[in-house]
């Protein structure tokens, strides 16, 4: 307004300058009386724009300086002179000033609601990242607790029953199971799926129930994979435990004494298969088309079923798909579930009978000197690991390195620092971490779940198949 008011008034000045000047020099274009004329309308539309735009400023600062209290911002009262007084009084004759208040009050509404959605949203993700924070320390508990206990139950396994000591470990062990189910619960705030390594998964699963199927049947379960390629998949981790849990206490149920159940996990193309087979009584084929149905049968000897229509339902939430397949003797049961693509090798034990370990956990050396490797450099801090590499230049050197060495000291800052080698393995508990897969992705380095090194205590590997 300011704007239109200065350069109206210079235009009209102009004019009029020019006028004069004609009529001074006596060219007599135009009329004294048109002149007069002239400069009458002009000064007359210069005063309305004027008023026009001193109307429009007040307005304005009306607005401003309510917005402003609205907000909170205080300021300092200040005199209104005559001509101030004339606008005021001329908006609120015209009714002006209670359509300002009106349109003000809808502007503060949406700055109240707006405020609202910012202050919600800045609640909701505050409380989303103090429960994401919650959920990965109950993982990396869960994590740190698996790697003993997998060592715990499999030196249970080994121990003589008629041990003093057998019933007081065995009570322990099934407490920290607990407490792991109880961490587990924390992962069900969003209910949503995570990344798992199916072989680790499923290796804890029949390390749990090896016990049973021996003590009840003398039944033998086994689990086949292969541990140069590990399978990454998202699911709810209890929830396809149990799952597993139920198709291998079906097959228990439907073998004879000194039966056999084979757990195998395969991958084809993007997919990771997972069979569960036994050599049970089968399943009828009458009974086959209702066998995922509420109250389908398993088709055991009693013929009562056992919850493969909510197996089936807790599959089918990961995106995978699970089938009964039809055999001369048995039941065989195949679940397929997609492959997550983390850029990264998951990898189970290297194929070698010697290895360098950096790693300031004394259970991982002693664990494999137990099922049959040499360790031939054992280095237990970061700095005795960077001097181990700088030595280690054969790249027929397998080195498994843990990825939390110290306080503030990881694996894969020390990796960081050497060239790119593919005999490096980081052996942690930190393996299905997303910010750790991403950097080891980062290094080339294939991941090791350090969970799998305790799951083969008790057996001793054939190292000189390793060497040919």
Same mark, same amino acid.
């Given at each position: 307004?300011?704007?239109? &008011?200065k350069?109206s008034?210079?235009?009209i000045?102009?004019l009029a300058?020019s006028?004069?000047?004609?009529?001074?020099?006596g060219?007599?274009i135009?009329?004294?009386?048109?002149v007069?004329?002239?400069?009458?309308v002009?000064?007359?539309?210069f005063l309305?724009l004027?008023?026009v735009s001193?109307?429009?400023?007040s307005?304005c600062?009306?607005m401003?300086? =309510?917005?402003?209290?609205?907000? *909170?911002?205080?300021?300092?009262?200040e005199e209104?002179?005559?001509? &101030?007084?004339?606008?005021?009084?001329?908006?609120?004759?015209t009714?002006?000033? =209670?359509?300002?208040?009106?349109k003000?009050?809808l502007i503060a509404?949406?700055?109240r609601?707006y =405020?609202l959605?910012?202050?919600?949203?800045?609640?909701?993700?505050?409380?989303?990242?103090?429960?994401?924070?919650r959920i990965?320390?109950?993982?990396?508990?869960r994590?740190?607790?698996?790697?003993?206990?997998?060592?715990m139950q499999?030196?249970?396994?080994?121990?003589d029953?008629?041990?003093?000591?057998?019933?007081?470990?065995?009570?322990a062990?099934?407490?920290?199971?607990i407490?792991?189910?109880?961490l587990?619960?924390v992962?069900k705030v969003?209910k949503?799926?995570?990344?798992?390594?199916?072989?680790?998964n499923?290796?804890?699963t029949?390390t749990?129930?090896s016990?049973r199927?021996?003590?009840?049947?003398?039944v033998t379960?086994t689990?086949?994979?292969?541990?140069?390629?590990?399978?990454?998949?998202n699911?709810?981790?209890?929830?396809?435990?149990t799952?597993?849990?139920?198709?291998?206490?079906?097959?228990?149920?439907?073998?004879?004494l000194?039966g056999?159940?084979?757990?195998?996990?395969?991958?084809?193309?993007?997919?990771?298969?997972i069979?569960? $087979?036994d050599?049970?009584?089968?399943?009828s084929?009458e009974?086959?088309p209702?066998?995922?149905?509420k109250?389908g049968t398993?088709?055991?000897?009693h013929?009562?079923?056992?919850g493969l229509?909510h197996?089936?339902?807790t599959i089918?939430?990961?995106?995978a798909?699970i089938?009964? @397949?039809? &055999?001369?003797q048995?039941?065989?049961?195949?679940?397929?579930?997609?492959i997550?693509q983390?850029?990264v090798?998951?990898s189970? /034990?290297?194929k070698t009978?010697?290895?360098?370990?950096?790693?300031?956990?004394l259970?991982?050396?002693r664990?494999?000197?137990d099922?049959?490797?040499?360790?031939?450099?054992h280095?237990?801090?970061? =700095?005795?690991?960077?001097?181990l590499?700088?030595?280690?230049?054969? $790249?027929?050197?397998?080195i498994?390195i843990?990825?939390?060495l110290?306080?503030?000291?990881y694996?894969?800052a020390l990796?960081?620092?050497?060239?790119?080698?593919?005999?490096?393995y980081?052996?942690?508990?930190d393996?299905?971490?997303?910010n750790?897969i991403?950097e080891?992705?980062s290094? *080339?380095v294939? @991941?090791?779940?350090?969970? /799998?090194?305790?799951?083969h205590? *008790?057996?001793n590997l054939?190292m000189t198949t390793?060497?040919?």
């Amino acid at each position: 307004m300011q704007s239109i &008011q200065k350069y109206s008034g210079l235009l009209i000045l102009c004019l009029a300058a020019s006028v004069g000047t004609v009529i001074y020099k006596g060219i007599g274009i135009f009329s004294t009386d048109f002149v007069f004329t002239f400069l009458l309308v002009g000064s007359g539309l210069f005063l309305v724009l004027k008023v026009v735009s001193l109307i429009a400023e007040s307005i304005c600062l009306k607005m401003i300086s =309510e917005i402003k209290s609205l907000i *909170g911002i205080k300021e300092t009262a200040e005199e209104s002179g005559s001509i &101030q007084a004339y606008i005021d009084a001329f908006l609120e004759t015209t009714e002006t000033e =209670e359509i300002i208040t009106d349109k003000i009050s809808l502007i503060a509404k949406d700055l109240r609601n707006y =405020e609202l959605k910012i202050y919600s949203r800045f609640l909701s993700e505050n409380s989303e990242n103090k429960n994401q924070e919650r959920i990965e320390l109950a993982k990396k508990i869960r994590h740190d607790i698996r790697s003993p206990l997998s060592s715990m139950q499999a030196a249970y396994e080994l121990l003589d029953k008629n041990d003093m000591t057998a019933p007081a470990i065995a009570t322990a062990i099934k407490r920290i199971h607990i407490l792991i189910d109880d961490l587990n619960e924390v992962d069900k705030v969003y209910k949503k799926p995570t990344l798992v390594i199916a072989e680790v998964n499923l290796e804890d699963t029949v390390t749990t129930l090896s016990s049973r199927f021996k003590s009840e049947k003398n039944v033998t379960l086994t689990l086949e994979y292969d541990e140069n390629l590990l399978n990454p998949i998202n699911i709810r981790e209890k929830d396809f435990t149990t799952a597993i849990e139920s198709l291998l206490k079906n097959s228990l149920e439907a073998v004879d004494l000194n039966g056999l159940v084979n757990l195998k996990i395969e991958r084809k193309l993007n997919k990771c298969i997972i069979t569960v $087979e036994d050599n049970g009584c089968g399943i009828s084929s009458e009974n086959v088309p209702n066998l995922f149905s509420k109250g389908g049968t398993f088709g055991k000897a009693h013929g009562v079923g056992l919850g493969l229509y909510h197996a089936k339902k807790t599959i089918e939430s990961f995106g995978a798909t699970i089938a009964y @397949i039809p &055999q001369i003797q048995g039941a065989k049961f195949q679940i397929q579930i997609p492959i997550v693509q983390t850029g990264v090798v998951f990898s189970g /034990l290297p194929k070698t009978s010697t290895i360098k370990i950096i790693d300031d956990d004394l259970l991982v050396p002693r664990t494999l000197l137990d099922i049959g490797y040499k360790i031939t450099e054992h280095a237990k801090t970061f =700095e005795l690991g960077q001097d181990l590499l700088a030595r280690s230049t054969l $790249e027929s050197e397998i080195i498994l390195i843990d990825n939390r060495l110290e306080i503030g000291k990881y694996g894969t800052a020390l990796i960081a620092q050497q060239a790119r080698r593919k005999n490096i393995y980081l052996c942690t508990n930190d393996y299905d971490d997303s910010n750790f897969i991403d950097e080891a992705r980062s290094l *080339g380095v294939k @991941i090791l779940p350090k969970p /799998l090194v305790f799951s083969h205590i *008790g057996t001793n590997l054939n190292m000189t198949t390793f060497n040919k």
